[in-house]
Structure formats: C-alpha cells, structure tokens
C-alpha cells in the first residue's frame, strides 16, 4: 500500500481539525479528454505525474498499465479521501466500493469501512473514524463544492425544475427534445437565481475558497456559468452526460459514458496495478523542486488559475525540467487564461480546441494540451 508523503506540520493542523472539510469528493473534471490527449500523444505513458482532488482522475490512469503514477496535493483533506479509495479498491468488490462512497445506497457503511480501515495509516484511519458521519452519508456527494451543489438543487433547481420537467430533461432522447424542455422553463428566474448562488462572493464562502478568485477579473461568475451550462445543453444529452447527470441529481451515472474508477472492468485494472502509486501530500512546486523522476505525462487539473503570471511562468519552467522529450502536459482553464512564453513548451491548439469542445463538463473556458520541445 502506497505511504503518504507529506509535511507533517501541514498534515496535522489541518487533519486534526476534525471540522476541515473534503474541497472535492467527485471530481469536475472530463477524464476523456486526459485519455485523448494521451493517445493523441503517444500510445503509451509510464510515468505520470497529476493532481489529486477526489482521485477519481489520478486513479483512472492507471486503468492502463504504469510504471509510475505520482499523486500531488496539498490539502491533507483530499490526501485522507484518495488514502482510502485505494484501500478501498484493493479490499472491496466494485458493488462494495460503489456502496461505500454514496455512488449506491447502503445501510452497510460500517462494515464495508471496518473491511478497509485496517490497511489505512493511523492519521488517515482517525480522520476518518472523526469524521465518519461523512461516509455513512454517502462521501461522492460530501465535498465542499458538491455540499453547495446539492444546496442549489435543494433551494433553487426543485422550484424551477419540477419532478416531471426533471425526468423529462434526464431522459430527453434528442437534443432537440432536451432544449425545448430547457427553454421551457422560467430561465429568466433560473439566471437570477445562478448570479447570487454562485457569485463570486457566495462561492468564497461556500462551495470554493476566496484564494480561488484571487486573480479572476470575470464581472459575472455566475450569470457566465449560467450561460456555459445552457451551451452544452444544446450540444450533449444529459443521459449520456455523467457529469451533468451528477450535477443536476447528486447521483452518478454508473457505467455509462463514465470513467474507469466506476466502470467494473477498469475498476479490477486499477487494482492490479496500486502498487505504481506515489502519494506526495505537498504544494507542485515544491515537490518538483525535490523528485528526481521525469514524467511523460502530466495533468493539473486548473491550478494555474490560482497563481499569478510569475508564479505560473516559474511552475511551467520547473516542470519542463521534470519532462520527458514529447512528454505531455494538460490543464484547464476556469475563469484564468494562463500560457507558458517560454518556448519550451510546444501547445497543441488544434488539439485543444477539439477537446475544449467535446469537455463533457461545462465549468472551464480551455482544455489545454501541450508536449516539451525536444532539446
Ligand atoms: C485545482 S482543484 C480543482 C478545482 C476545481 N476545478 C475548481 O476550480 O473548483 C484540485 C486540487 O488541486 C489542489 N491544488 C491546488 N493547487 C495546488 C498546488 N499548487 N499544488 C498541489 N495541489 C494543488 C487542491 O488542493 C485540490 O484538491
């Protein structure tokens, strides 16, 4: 089982806090477009370096044969929740997994916890014996930001979205027959509604952190979220959707269009191959600044978006260090455009306007996809 590298003084202020929460327990970001750049790429990767968030993604790589994967963050929160998944799945049938973190119900948290909690580190297994209110309700839907989700399904969505217009709009056949549903409804109310719910004021304090909006100019957080919701309504159907289906139910679309995590076949892959995982509970930089590995691929979730201009051109320099001749680097965009200028990075725009189109989520601006100059 994989030890969990991290700063201990970090590490402990934060897990001892039994009211610290989990940021991201299901993760918001297309694992398709991941396996697209890879094998757009290359056909085969064996070191890959990613961002952990609910591990979902991180964990999904390996569904495909590893020497290496290396799992960075610095939030001890979703380094507890990424420890017991991989206990999970090496314990746990694919049906007990899907149990154990809400993607089913189940009146059998306990046990299926107790089948896990031996193979996890003491910190790791007290955070969660704290904190287990959180897995008896189901963990996939118990993030901060999925909390505030089900906030504006409970407050907002139920008085503009009534049961039937929901099943309609869950099960639309066509596009066509989606958005005419979609129009339908009083959206006027529902703009409203979006701009004070997931304004950039109201996601500081719920939902996200105000460190995140620290260099986003956007006027109108959520009358654009509004509008990027709308769009992809009129281009993906939502049965087909895992990640709106989540969004507007809280439910997941279990082996359907998914990733492998949840997907039994990949799930049974991702077992066989735990032991190619490195935990490393720290800040990117400072875990470049210190591996001696080089990566062929490498996915960061959208954390250029919290960094400045300097501090983004720096991480893009150190990672060229820590990248493969070709080797791959992706990342998306939210609300913050950031590029590297140093030529040392190759971008790959046709690529990543493909994808940017076919992202099954609708949050970011950019998917980018590109690969280190040879030198
Ligand atoms: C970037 S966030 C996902 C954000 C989500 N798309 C959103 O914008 O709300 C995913 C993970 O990145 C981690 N993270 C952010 N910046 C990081 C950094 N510089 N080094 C390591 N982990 C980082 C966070 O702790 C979080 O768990």
């Given amino acids: 089982m994989p030890e969990v590298i991290h700063s201990r003084e970090t590490f402990q202020q934060v897990v001892l806090d039994s009211t610290e929460h989990i940021r991201y327990s299901y993760i918001w970001e297309d694992y398709s477009l991941l396996k697209k750049a890879v094998e757009v790429h290359s056909s085969h990767f064996e070191k890959a370096l990613i961002i952990g968030g609910s591990g979902d993604n991180a964990l999904s790589l390996l569904a495909s ?30 049906e007990e997994f899907l149990e154990l973190f809400g993607y089913m119900d189940s009146l059998n948290r306990r046990s299926l916890f107790q089948k896990v909690s031996g193979d996890l580190d003491a910190e790791t297994k007290s955070y969660w014996q704290r904190n287990f209110h959180l897995v008896e309700r189901g963990l996939c839907d118990q993030g901060r930001l999925e909390a505030y989700f089900k906030k504006f399904r409970e407050q907002v969505l139920v008085h503009i979205i009534d049961r039937r217009k929901m099943n309609s709009l869950l099960t639309a056949q066509t596009i066509e027959e989606q958005y005419k549903i979609w129009s339908s409804l009083d959206l006027p109310r529902l703009l409203k509604e979006s701009e004070k719910f997931f304004s950039q004021s109201a996601l500081s304090h719920e939902g996200r952190d105000a460190s995140q909006f620290q260099y986003v100019n956007e006027s109108n957080v959520g009358k654009t979220q509004f509008y990027r919701l709308q769009k992809i309504l009129g281009k993906q159907l939502i049965r087909e959707n895992p990640y709106l289906h989540f969004f ?57 978006e919290y960094l400045s201009p300097e501090e983004s051109e720096q991480l893009f320099e150190s990672l060229v260090q820590k990248t493969e001749n070709n080797g791959v680097l992706t990342y998306w965009s939210l609300f913050v455009e950031r590029w590297p ?18 992202d099954r989520t609708w949050f970011y601006s950019q998917f980018h996809v590109l690969s280190k100059a040879e030198s």
Wanted: charged share 25%; hydrophobic share 45%; proline share 4%.
């Fill in 65 to 94: 044969p590893l020497e290496k994967l290396v799992i960075v963050d610095l939030n001890p929160a979703q380094m507890v929740l990424i420890r017991l998944k991989i206990s999970a799945i090496a314990r746990l049938s694919f």
């Fill in 341 to 358: 200028l140093a030529k040392k990075w190759i971008a790959d725009k046709k690529l990543s306007a493909t994808l940017t189109h076919e």
């Fill in 248 to 304: 507007l139910t809280g439910r997941p679309l279990v082996g359907r269009a998914s990733y492998p995590l949840l997907e039994k076949e990949g799930y049974l892959h991702i077992r066989n191959h735990l032991d190619s995982i490195e935990l490393h509970c720290q800040e990117l930089g400072s875990f470049l600044s210190e591996t001696s590995d080089r990566f062929d691929f490498i996915a960061l979730s959208d954390i250029f």
